[in-house]
């Protein structure tokens, strides 16, 4: 049994892996924490988690994560940087679902975050978390930089094709589209319901902070420097990716065929017969990314389709993966859930 502990426990990030490991057949959740709402019951403050967890939230400086096989933080960039030392000297095994360690070139990161990195020395030592590339590495890892939610509808998607070398790497589009939890739960006036709702629109097009670490994954993918066009854009839904991807072919190849051999035997990834448009309600609470690839008029443009739920493949359930792979459990252990409907 894997003894579990989340830190941060009160956004929506925090409460989908609560309902993740509380129902994970080979975790006991040890302890979860709260600065601000420390001495709440979990069901409390989540009434869809009555009667599965009696557990309260404990400040983090009284919380028993050094006595855990596993943390994991659900808090904002810039948290899991000032505490994972003394865990990782403690032999706890860290998962961060935040940003702090995903960017391996430390200018950029702080570029980027606008914060002085508080441990850059770890950063070498942390393994990024996607599984469909970097799975030999995670089983061995002790701390694991756990993808954003666009570079995993991103990345997953334009794999194949990069790796079989079959299209141009100069002009690589991807353009994006998130339900607003993908903001988090902290109040913002864009997230509001009289903003969001009826309402469509691009934002980050000079630059959002996501774009180094899609950049970084696809570089290693090529083994060179990608420079793809990144526009993400936010939709009036609550959760959901929808990654629409562009490339140029540089040689004829099966869309099809290639897809469904460099996936073959992922448990999270879904290569929808030929012809199809899978939209986010078919992954909404499941940890799967599902993808379609077409050729327009037959011509040289691969259109990749690749949508995920941003809060379970592309944080806590894709965090729960990697715990399973960490710890020799069942990849798919806990995440057998299939998509809800409506």
């Not at 009434?47 to 400040?59: C, I, M, Q």
């Not at 505490?83 to 430390?106: E, K, N, S, Y």
């Not at 004829?252 to 035997?265: I, K, N, P, S, T």
């Not at 459990?329 to 998509?339: D, K, Q, S």
């Amino acid at each position: 049994m894997v003894t579990a502990g989340i830190v941060g426990g009160t956004g929506y990030t925090g409460v989908e892996l609560l309902r993740l490991l509380l129902r994970h057949p080979d975790v006991k959740l040890e302890t979860i924490t709260s600065r601000g709402d420390a001495g709440t019951a979990v069901a409390d403050m989540f009434p869809s988690l009555r009667g599965a967890t009696k557990l309260a939230f404990v400040d983090p400086a009284r919380a028993p994560l050094d006595r855990c096989d596993v943390a994991f933080f659900a808090t904002p960039n810039g948290i899991c940087m000032q505490q994972a030392r003394p865990l990782l000297d403690a032999g706890v095994r860290v998962i961060d679902l935040a940003a702090d360690f995903r960017i391996r070139d430390i200018t950029t990161w702080e570029t980027w975050y606008k914060m002085k990195h508080a441990c850059p020395d770890l950063v070498a030592d942390a393994v990024y978390g996607l599984p469909e590339m970097y799975r030999a590495r995670l089983r061995t890892s002790r701390l694991v930089a756990n993808p954003g939610c666009y570079p995993t509808a991103v990345q997953l998607g334009f794999l194949p094709l990069i790796e079989a070398g079959a299209v141009e790497l100069d002009g690589l589009i991807a353009d994006a589209k998130s339900g607003v939890s993908g903001a988090g739960r902290k109040a913002e006036v864009h997230t509001l319901f009289s903003e969001a709702a009826d309402n469509f629109k691009a934002y980050g097009v000079p630059g959002h902070r996501h774009l180094p670490e899609i950049a970084q994954g696809l570089s290693a993918m090529a083994g060179r420097d990608v420079s793809p066009i990144f526009v993400p854009h936010l939709t009036p839904m609550i959760r959901g990716i929808h990654a629409t991807l562009y490339a140029r072919l540089s040689k004829g190849v099966d869309l099809q065929a290639l897809y469904e051999q460099r996936f073959a035997g992922e448990p999270f990834v879904d290569v929808l017969p030929a012809g199809s448009h899978p939209d986010t309600r078919s992954v909404r609470g499941a940890n799967v990314c599902r993808i379609a690839v077409h050729r327009p008029q037959g011509g040289n443009i691969a259109v990749v389709l690749s949508v995920i739920d941003n809060l379970v493949k592309g944080a806590a359930g894709q965090a729960v993966q990697n715990m399973n792979i960490m710890f020799d459990l069942p990849e798919t252990a806990g995440l057998e859930t299939a998509a809800l409907l409506p």
